[in-house]
Nanobody, 122 residues
Framework: QVQLVESGGGSELAGESLTVSCRYT????????VAWFRQAPGEEREGVVV????????LYDDSVKGRFIISHDADMRTVYLRMASLRPEDTGTYYC???????????????WGQGTQVTVFP
């Protein structure tokens, strides 16, 4: 049974940094990818970044390039999202998801966490 559990959300001022974590268990996909998505109130969910758990760099949405960094600790079975230079528009519920493709399309991910809230104040 695949489980994804996010943690580390919180509130920050614009310009500050925050790291959220996604611990996964039971993931046995042949080509496992983990992505971060976010959804602001009243907005559609959007893909932020995806990473292949076997190695390599992340694929970032343009809105976070140069500010967010995704990393993976295989021993801890955890994917981290380091968010720097936060902006109010980064506010939302952040979800991690697991699937078998390098994509930022939510429909390609079968497994989802429950989400963690990130709020950025001006």
């Amino acid at each position: 049974q695949v489980q994804l559990v996010e943690s580390g959300g919180g509130s920050e001022l614009a310009g500050e940094s925050l790291t959220v974590s996604c611990r996964y268990t039971g993931l046995t996909l042949r080509n496992p990818y983990v992505a971060w998505f976010r959804q602001a109130p009243g907005e559609e969910r959007e893909g932020v970044v995806v990473i292949y758990l076997g190695g390599g760099s992340g694929l970032y949405d343009d809105s976070v390039k140069g500010r967010f960094i995704i990393s993976h600790d295989a021993d801890m079975r955890t994917v981290y999202l380091r968010m720097a230079s936060l902006r109010p528009e980064d506010t939302g519920t952040y979800y991690c998801a697991a699937g078998g493709r390098r994509t930022l399309s939510g429909g390609d991910f079968a497994y989802w966490g429950q989400g963690t809230q990130v709020t950025v104040f001006p």
